[in-house]
């Protein structure tokens, strides 16, 4: 049994969006506008329960190591333990978060890729990653929690975690923007080399664009299909100028980050808004002739039975996790 919170982050108007499932009931999914503390108060409820975080990226710090070792022996837990023990005593003077994971990945062995560190001989490589979780979140675990890290039925990680890590794995992507334009704001995340460089936001999310809808008195059009609008040539061109005005200062505010040299995976509900992604293709392209690409579904992803939104890739690439899709699936 299990609670997934992923969370909505707005400071005016928070969301979490929750997964529950029991063996008995299944899956519900549903959503609450509460604070995280409020969230957690009712995790806390529950203690019988396994309990999932997914938080905005904004409440981490991440931290990536390029290692080097070359060894006439097994590399064991002990140097692993070693080098992770090196980078944190380094890591002391930059940031005054707490840990709260860390992961290895990119590994090779004379020159070739291998799944496993452990046993590993010869000149080896790997990355390792170092996950710091903000001081004013911890504590707002710690506030229900006592010590959050004595809980072992409750995980934390940044929403888009698992989902740079599915695009690197499956897709084999290394460089790209993730972006996300949700209701009241949009963030977009930076990968190069396979980890977080930068995260942005600006409060300019879809909620903006339907303003502009409601003041030019088009809102209705906001769910008609292209051959909908198509059909009212009045209607069509008042949609295509407010749609341009958005996808002109999106763009402009990514090109002002210097982030327009990537191809893009967006996350968002407004994919489903053709006339939006030809706006925002036609623009992004202009640049550097980099591509959007709407990230909505996968083959390789289980959808348990249900439909899901474009929004909720996170959540269900978080589901898909080897642990969780056992349990869904009643494997375990």
Partial sequence: MFYLWHEEFDVKHPKFRI???QKDLGMQQY???????NVINQSFSYPEYN?????????????RFDIFKELDRPFTIDDIN???HERLNYLKEITKEELLFTNVDSIFVNGEPQKYLIGAQGQIFFRLYLIYINRDTLLEFNKHYGNLFSHKHLKIFPESFKTISFLKRKLERDSFL???????????????DGF?????????????????????????????????IDANPLAKNLVLDNINFYVEYLCKWLDDLKLTNKDIFIISPIIKNGNFMDCFNKKYTTYHNKYIVPFH????????????????????????????????????
């Fill in 19 to 21: 997964v529950k499932y």
């Fill in 31 to 37: 959503a609450v506008y509460e604070s995280l503390q």
């Fill in 51 to 63: 309990h999932y975080f997914l938080l905005d990226d904004s409440r981490f710090h991440f931290f």
């Fill in 82 to 84: 070693e080098i992770t």
């Fill in 178 to 192: 993730l972006l996300y334009i949700k209701e009241s704001y949009c963030k977009v995340v930076a990968i190069e």
């Fill in 196 to 228: 977080y460089k930068r995260i942005e936001h600006i409060n300019f999310g879809i909620n903006f664009l339907m303003q502009m809808y409601k003041d030019n008195q088009i809102v209705k059009y906001r769910y008609k299909t292209s051959e909908e």
């Fill in 297 to 332: 579904s996968s083959n390789q992803l289980e959808m348990f039975g249900k439909q899901w939104e474009p929004g909720d890739m996170d959540t269900l690439i978080f589901l898909n996790g080897s642990g969780v899709k056992k349990e869904l699936l009643g494997e375990v």
